[in-house]
């Protein structure tokens, strides 16, 4: 008789930076010319934008303002906007805005880095703001001054009534929250793909200040992947706010909004699937930031990320070095989709082809990225 087999379990090993195994190389860290305070909100352009606010509604955000041209939606926090779409032929991810202190530092982004001053009607809550543009051609707004909203009403958490084994706090009383899309309560990170992941990083680090939170390396010790959190100093920050995945294109993967706990993210997912979302991934839980998931497309096809109780770090905390593999994304749920790695077909070749035509990119590096990507579950 065959005999099951039996599943190898092990966590993925994380290595603090003062401790380095050898041959695993430093993400080094420029010195940053801003110290970005926040993530504003995404720029998007998108063909109908009646379709966009109807996905984003029942996702969880509410209008700010709409025209023929432009669609801003807001969370419930007191951010004027997270999201910002205009109108264009097609879909597509046009860059990222975040804060800044004041007005010193978006001097300094234009005497020092060369940005261009944004006018303050194009900056949703106006303010003032500059743009750069990313190695990859991704706008980077920096934005001060915004008119900031009132928060909308957000119901409380759940958590404190939860009853665990041990520990019973609910007596008599029943959970019975409303069925409602997941309130958003704010932006919380974008992911990038990009194929010169040095480079980009480094470019990020000087003009936001972000710190590596933890870095994912390839078999040969050079990093891949990084979270960047932003440097609040004392104030606990986001594990991470920013994304950078090393790949075979320069593409924009996702972006991930906060809701109030696990019972808005699964009744979330119920309206989500009732109004006829496509569905991408979870429920489940990362391993690096922790956070509770749940992935869906927008209509064009785009990822969009509700989660919860997400690590937070304060700017002491040191970087952690982590092997790069599939088992880093998730700590349980189902299976990461086929759809978030690497699309086995032609337009891989052809992409992979003009790459290394190009010198972009080595045969060894796309081998070691290959093999780093290939098992699914290799904690299995
Ligand atoms: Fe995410």
New binding site residues.
């Given amino acids: 008789m065959k005999q099951a087999s039996r599943a190898a379990l092990r966590p993925p090993t994380a290595h603090p930076e003062s401790a380095l195994p050898a041959g695993v190389q430093k993400l080094d860290r420029p010195i940053p010319l801003v110290k970005a305070q926040s993530l504003a909100f995404l720029m998007f352009e998108k063909p109908d934008l009646a379709a966009c606010e109807t996905f984003l509604a029942d996702f969880g955000m509410q209008r700010f303002t709409r025209s023929d041209e432009r669609l801003l939606m807001r969370g419930h926090g007191s951010a004027p906007c997270i999201y910002m779409a205009s109108r264009g032929k097609e879909a597509r991810y046009v860059g990222a805005a975040f804060t800044v202190a004041d007005e010193a530092a978006l001097l300094r982004l234009q005497h020092r880095a060369g940005a261009r001053r944004l006018a303050a009607a194009d900056i949703p809550g106006g303010g003032s703001g500059v743009e750069l543009v990313d190695p990859a051609g991704n706008l980077l707004w920096l934005v001060t001054g915004q008119q900031s909203s009132a928060p909308l009403p957000l119901r409380a958490p759940l958590h404190p009534y939860a009853n665990s084994y041990g520990d019973v706090r609910r007596v008599n009383a029943t959970i019975r929250p409303p069925l409602e899309p997941a309130a958003v309560a704010k932006l919380?990170?974008v992911?990038m793909q990009t194929v010169d992941f040095q480079g980009m990083a480094d470019w990020y680090m000087r003009h936001l200040g972000l710190i590596p939170t933890d870095v994912q390396y390839l078999a040969d010790g050079s990093p891949n992947l990084a979270f960047f959190r932003l440097d609040l100093g004392d104030t606990p920050a986001d594990h991470?706010s920013f994304?950078l995945a090393g790949g075979i294109e320069e593409k924009y993967e996702?972006?991930?909004y906060e809701v109030v706990d696990l019972d808005a993210l699964g009744q979330g997912h119920n309206v989500l699937r009732a109004n006829g979302h496509r569905h991408m991934w979870g429920i489940g839980r990362?391993v690096l930031?922790s956070?509770l998931?749940d992935y869906w497309y927008d209509p064009d096809g785009m990822e969009f990320?509700h989660?919860t109780d997400g690590d937070v770090f304060t700017a002491s905390h040191e970087t952690h070095y982590v092997p790069l593999e599939m088992s880093g994304i998730w700590a349980w749920g189902d299976d990461v989709p086929a759809s978030m790695g690497v699309k086995r077909n032609l337009g891989t070749v052809l992409k992979v082809l003009r790459l290394l035509w190009q010198g972009r990119i080595k045969l060894d590096r796309l081998k070691l990225l290959g093999s780093a990507m290939a098992n699914p579950r290799p904690w299995l």
Avoid: D, L, R
């Fill in positions: 919380g990170h992911v991470h994304v996702h972006s991930a990362h930031g956070q998931f990320e989660y």
